[in-house]
């Protein structure tokens, strides 16, 4: 089939899912940070001089796989950049796995500075800590400072490049827009500040600390873009929520819904919806979501069971989900075929659903055959 | 000299870099926003 049709055809059939109206079929979704690469045995470091080299690399199982849209084929990081800030969070393993390395530098008796100051606090007391190598001379300072600005510019030319090339030769719609990530304060403090030991224990010990710090951060972040217009034409804000899973329903309902309510009346309010990855498990704070508009939010299911989400949430949010990949790299295609089938037959009337792993392409394997098996049964079956 | 002051120093310098081979309009990611960004890189 011409690329241009079938781009059409895959876009039609995404935009009837988010509009809750059956297309010809439920389209297939990934989030592909970077672990397409290792289909065909290959890494970032091996293409990253080269930009088509890079997108033929990321996406050569699309040879065999049926993929309507994705939220990203990409790494947040480069090879040089990897190389350069060591204590970076976005960092390649040896085997050229992105990693997330929590490396918090606030210390538990610091909330007074971010909460009076909290640009001046990352300047002053966080960068010289987390990039000391800046700090150290002049010289120094501006090489390194080079090397982040050249390749920031270069991983945005090779997201252009890599969503072209899917767009022309597999038909696939890139969903999200990268460059409008959300995140609410709690999330900041847990990825940036305080880290997963630290915001936990602050949560026990001082919370008023961290609330007024939260709202210093927000004051800071986001309350004069929630002011401002949203553009919904670029396409969904993503938002990857990191904290939630390890909140108790009353420290989620008090410290992180408030913002993210205003986040997504925000985006309701000029017609948008926000990809939102519901990271681990939401059971016992999911029900939140019923409280903001009807499909203001495209919910990347994670952990939770997928039908459970659904009975609760399915008429009210789009789905995207319901392909257990850690299940995929364990089990036979056979062993999975009744769940894909199950998934589409209970989720798919009336539409409303992406049809997606849970979990991004991190690591060898993750693309695997009976991934692939998975992928393209979801389409055979669920095509009219 | 604060850490803040010397960074904003050190970004005004490389702006103003004539030999510098990265075009000055693509140097955004030095001005906006660098604190943060440094911080979640």
Redesign the interface.
């Known amino acids: 089939m011409e690329t241009n049709k079938l781009f059409q055809q895959k876009y039609e059939s995404f935009q009837k899912a988010v509009n809750r109206q059956e297309g010809p079929w439920v389209p297939n979704a990934m989030t592909n940070n970077g672990g397409g690469f290792f289909w065909k045995g290959k890494t970032a470091r091996d293409v990253a001089h080269d930009y088509q080299a890079y997108a033929q690399a990321l996406l050569a199982f699309l040879d065999e796989t049926w993929m309507d849209c994705q939220v990203m084929s990409g790494l947040t990081t480069t090879p040089r950049l990897s190389d350069t800030f060591t204590t970076a969070e976005n960092r390649l393993a040896p085997d050229g796995t992105l990693t997330h390395l929590q490396n918090p530098m606030m210390k538990a008796d610091e909330y007074d500075q971010l909460i009076a100051d909290p640009k001046g606090f990352i300047a002053n007391v966080l960068l010289p800590r987390k990039h000391p190598e800046i700090f150290e001379d002049k010289e120094t300072g501006k090489e390194k400072l080079k090397v982040y600005a050249e390749e920031m510019i270069r991983n945005v030319a090779q997201m252009g490049c890599t969503t072209k090339y899917a767009a022309e030769k597999y038909g696939v719609t890139t969903i999200c827009n990268l460059a409008c990530a959300l995140n609410t304060p709690l999330d900041h403090i847990f990825d940036y500040f305080r880290g997963f030991r630290g915001t936990l224990t602050d949560l026990r010990r001082h919370p008023d600390q961290v609330k007024a710090a939260l709202d210093a951060i927000w004051a800071f972040r986001d309350a004069d873009r929630v002011a401002g217009p949203f553009d919904p034409s670029k396409g969904f804000p993503f938002q990857p929520c990191h904290i939630p899973a390890y909140l108790s329903p009353k420290q989620y309902k008090e410290l992180y819904w408030p913002f993210e309510k205003q986040l997504i009346e925000w985006v309701a309010g000029h017609g948008g919806k926000i990809f939102l990855v519901m990271e681990g498990r939401w059971e016992n704070i999911m029900d939140c979501f019923l409280e903001v508009p009807k499909d203001s939010l495209v919910l990347n299911v994670d952990d939770d069971d997928f039908l459970e989400v659904h009975r609760r949430l399915g008429d009210h949010q789009i789905l995207c989900g319901g392909l257990k990949l850690a299940e995929t790299r364990l089990k036979t295609f056979e062993q999975m075929k009744d769940d894909v089938k199950r998934v589409i037959d209970t989720c798919a009337p009336g539409g409303g659903l992406i049809f997606c792993p849970d979990k991004g392409f991190v690591t060898p394997g993750d693309v695997n055959p009976t991934l692939i098996e998975c992928l393209n049964f979801a389409h055979e079956y669920s095509s009219k | 000299m604060?850490?803040?002051e010397?960074?904003n120093a050190?970004?005004a310098?490389?702006m103003a870099d004539t030999d510098?081979a990265?075009p000055p309009q693509?140097?955004f990611?030095?001005v906006s926003d660098i604190?943060?960004?440094?911080?979640?890189?």
């Open positions: 604060t850490n803040q010397y960074l050190l970004i310098e490389l510098w990265l693509q140097r990611f030095l604190e943060w960004k440094l911080l979640g890189l």
